[in-house]
């Protein structure tokens, strides 16, 4: 069983940053892609940004530029650094792990961002 601790959010001004962080229990975890989602009031869950296992990274348009995401293999820790953010940040932001037959979360921090 894989568990993902998530930590880090908080409430920020806009222009501010946060550095979020999820760490992952169980082996192998170097050889998974990780991923953080975001979820607002009443939308559905999004993709903000994916690392691969060899460390190649793709973002959603609405952060590029902003936000940047990272891993310590040797932590078990995925890492996403928000700069520069928005009110329209404000989300629950989700740890994530695919690439095999069970999709874990996390339990989600929460990002607030006043104006």
């Known amino acids: 069983q894989v568990q993902l601790v998530e930590s880090g959010g908080g409430l920020v001004q806009a222009g501010g940053s946060l550095r979020l962080s999820c760490v992952a229990s169980?082996?192998?975890?170097?050889?998974?892609?990780m991923a953080w989602y975001c979820q607002a009031p009443g939308k559905q869950r999004e993709l903000v940004a994916r690392?691969?296992?060899?460390?190649?990274?793709n973002y959603a348009d609405s952060v590029k530029g902003r936000f940047t995401i990272s891993r310590d293999n040797a932590k078990n820790t995925v890492y996403l650094q928000m700069n520069s953010l928005k009110p329209a940040d404000t989300a629950v932001f989700y740890c994530?792990?695919?690439?095999?037959?069970?999709?874990?979360w996390g339990q989600g921090t929460q990002v607030t961002v006043s104006s």
């Open positions: 994530n792990r695919g690439g095999g037959l069970i999709v874990y």
């Open positions: 169980g082996s192998a975890f170097s050889v998974y892609p």
């Open positions: 690392i691969q296992a060899g460390g190649s990274t």
